[in-house]
């Protein structure tokens, strides 16, 4: 298995390997390679399939999926 991978534009993205929900629609995400961060999620709430996020209890059941955050619902 890769441990990065492509985006459209070429750029190196580095799967994560930890998601954790924090208040405020915010993930705090860890990568294979160490480097983590939070991600602000709220800019998003108001797009296509992010709306369902808006319920706290979808946004906090979030979890990796082939190392890519998903969310039930």
């Known amino acids: 298995m890769r441990s990065s991978y492509s985006d459209s534009r070429g ?13 405020g629609y915010r993930l705090k995400v860890r990568c294979s390679d160490g480097a983590s961060g939070v991600f602000d999620m709220s800019k998003y709430l108001e797009r296509g399939a992010f709306k369902q996020l808006k319920a706290l209890d979808v946004f906090n059941a979030v979890y990796l999926v082939f190392r890519c955050a998903d969310m039930v619902g």
């Open 11 to 23: 750029s190196i993205l580095t799967p994560p390997i930890e998601c954790e929900p924090l208040p």
